[in-house]
């Protein structure tokens, strides 16, 4: 076997990994939601949602919010400018959330920098 077939091997094999692990995702959540039966009521405009301060907790809020986990080059965890987790509303990044690490909780509870289309993934309301 070439470098070349197994390098292909291994990306579809973490292609593969990637989908499984989103779907085992995506069905927690889905049990999770089943668990509050009817409960569920709006979210009033005033409510504020909680804070996220762990990179799992993170990846799963991320995952049941549409986003891509990482990209662009990037990991998704790192010990980046911004702590806590946040996601791209716009530009390079758009649709893309990480979780800065080494932040304390005041860090991770702080306004992105929506200048550059950064804001904060927030936990379920």
Known sequence: MTVEQRLEQLEKRS???TVALTMMAMAAITIQLSACGNEFEAQDDDEECPFIYTAADCATEAIAKGLRIGGEGYDFEGDYGTKGCYAYDSGTY??????????DPADMEAEAQTAKGKYRVTGPC
């Open 15 to 17: 292609k593969r990994l």
């Open 94 to 103: 758009e649709g893309i959330a990480f979780f800065g690490t080494g932040g």
